[in-house]
């Protein structure tokens, strides 16, 4: 017997039960990849029929830093820089909740990078999901420390002369046991990522390259958003297990993604347990 589809089922959307569908339509702009890395997390979510009552989203301030009121399940919006000490204090005071930071480059390697050096260090057990939009978007359009040379900012209307931070070389240096990258356009790669990065006991952190559809884009007259999103995808070299410090982004040319860091460290809380049982 066909199943009858009602009207309300019909206009029920596919992600309903992950996202607050009360808030849509969402901040972002137009060409904007934050979406994408949203859906991308949400999709992986599902395939992992998460217990979203054991699921704690939480970030900072930024444009990324709104994906935490956009997340049907317990979410925290912090202060700037401030996403990963927040999930430390949740993930220890909650050890049975995966606690999961989606935040922006400026928010977790910027402002807040002495956080995530440190719960690197410890291999606290969060996932990281970083959407690199090269630059301050929400706050004006700055230089941030992932801008590529020499690309133009607001505060950097001569272009951009110091290098660019490398976020996978930092997080495997820092001590993460998982690292990955991928645009915003890999779709089903990212999702799969984002997968394993839930599955990985202790810190795993997934860059998303998604430059910013408005300041970044515009002033340096590279079209729109998905004129951007298009040319990193176009331009993308999949390299599984890439040496991190070849993982520079530079100007308008091409990137690595993949999987690059995949080992096994004890957990902050399992190292804590094992010094109290001795």
Known sequence: M????????????????????????HIWCPGCGIGNAVSAFADALDKLEY?????????????????????????????HGRAIPFATGIKLGNPDIKVVVISGDGDLVSIGGNHFVHAARRNIDLTVICVNNFIYAMTGGQVAPTTPTPAYTTTSPFGNFENPSN???????????????????HMRRLTYSI????????????????????YYSRINKLGDGLDMMKFYYDHSII?????????EIDYQKEIIVGKFVDRERPTYSESMGKWFED
């Not at 066909?2 to 339509?25: G, S």
């Not at 990324?64 to 997340?71: F, K, L, N, P, S």
């Not at 390299?239 to 993982?247: I, V």
């Open 239 to 247: 390299k599984h297990g890439e040496p991190t410090d070849h993982l």
């Open 51 to 79: 217990n979203l009552d054991k699921l704690c989203v939480v970030s900072g301030i930024g444009c990324t830093g709104r994906v935490a009121g956009y997340i049907k399940v317990d979410s925290f919006h912090t202060t």
């Open 167 to 185: 976020v996978p070389q930092l997080a495997e240096a820092a001590g993460a046991v998982y690292v990955a990258r991928w645009t915003a356009l």
């Open 2 to 25: 066909e199943a009858i589809i009602t009207q309300q089922e019909a206009k029920r959307h596919p992600m309903d039960n992950l996202l607050r569908m009360d808030r849509m339509p």
């Open 195 to 214: 997968v394993d990065a839930l599955k990985k006991p202790g810190f795993s952190v997934v860059e998303v390259i998604s430059p910013c559809a408005m």
